[in-house]
């Protein structure tokens, strides 16, 4: 007979799941911010979150510098990076009626990143191993580790930030009102460019503090970035589009989904579940589960 694993052992997956979850979720946020002025699926941002946590090793392995101190340079980076990278290659093709233009763009873009990183640190997997890697923390008799805390840390409040700032700020004001919509906002005297520039560095900067997670957390080589993408797109598919917070709540669902499928069923079957769900979400919900629903023409 099957034997129902005790209540901890569910405490321990919940665990596990939310807080690996947490980097999906922060990666959706950024996915969400690019999407909602420029209608673009972003598929570059995984690896934008891996060519930071190939910055943050650099970081600590030339100058020592703690990879959670490096947040106070990755991020800033990031949104200089964002900023350039819209206006060099997406301003053009931002006010272009054929979006799969942008999209081509964003395609282009994660192989220049991938082979570029390949060029440069190899193709070999890498990590960031520091004192504190193996540390665990034990809360009730359920055990995590140091690293995935403090990435799901890093998520709440990259998330929390995020929402402060398009709701107590005029220019975030002025991303939300773009992405509700661009022409009444336009001629409100917003100007579409610096809204399209904005969302773009704030959603790669979110791209940097998920590399932070990502550097002292997992291995990574440079073509692992493709993954995080598609679970960022299902991470923003379930919590819906449009919601910062449900983007983040998306994350952390997938999370749960994968460490629940994984003890219960088998890691072979985590992604095809994963994925059935993503799929299953956009027949029946396709606004997802904490978006607004879809206004019928």
Do not use: C
């Amino acid at each position: 007979m099957f034997d129902f694993p005790p209540p901890q052992i569910f405490l321990q997956l919940s665990l596990n799941g939310a807080l690996g979850g947490a980097m999906y979720g922060v990666a959706a946020v950024g996915l969400s911010l690019i999407f909602g002025t420029m209608r673009l699926i972003f598929l570059a941002q995984g690896a934008m979150i891996i060519l930071a946590a190939y910055f943050v090793r650099a970081l600590f392995q030339s100058f020592g510098i703690d990879p959670f101190l490096s947040l106070v340079i990755v991020v800033p980076v990031g949104l200089a990076a964002g900023w350039l990278i819209y206006q060099g290659l997406f301003r053009k093709a931002a006010v272009e009626e054929d979006r799969n233009i942008s999209l081509l763009i964003a395609v282009g873009l994660m192989f220049l990143a991938e082979n570029l990183m390949t060029v440069i640190w190899g193709g070999n997997t890498a990590g960031v191993v520091t004192s504190y890697t193996a540390s665990g923390i034990h809360i009730l008799g359920i055990r995590t580790s140091f690293t995935r805390t403090m990435g799901f840390l890093i998520a709440l409040a990259g998330t929390g930030l995020v929402m402060l700032f398009l709701r107590k700020t005029l220019v975030g004001k002025a991303v939300r009102a773009a992405s509700e919509d661009i022409t009444a906002a336009s001629l409100m005297g917003i100007s579409p460019h610096r809204v399209n520039a904005i969302a773009f560095a704030v959603g790669i900067a979110l791209a940097g503090a998920a590399g932070v997670a990502v550097a002292t957390t997992f291995p990574f080589n440079p073509f692992a970035g493709f993954i995080f993408s598609l679970k960022a797109l299902v991470a923003l598919a379930l919590g819906g589009i449009g919601s910062v917070a449900g983007a983040l709540a998306g994350g952390i669902i997938l999370g749960l989904i994968e460490a629940y499928v994984q003890f219960f069923v088998g890691g072979s079957w985590t992604n095809a579940v994963a994925y059935g769900v993503f799929l299953a979400v956009l027949m029946f919900k396709p606004e997802g589960l904490f978006g607004r629903p879809y206004k019928k023409a």
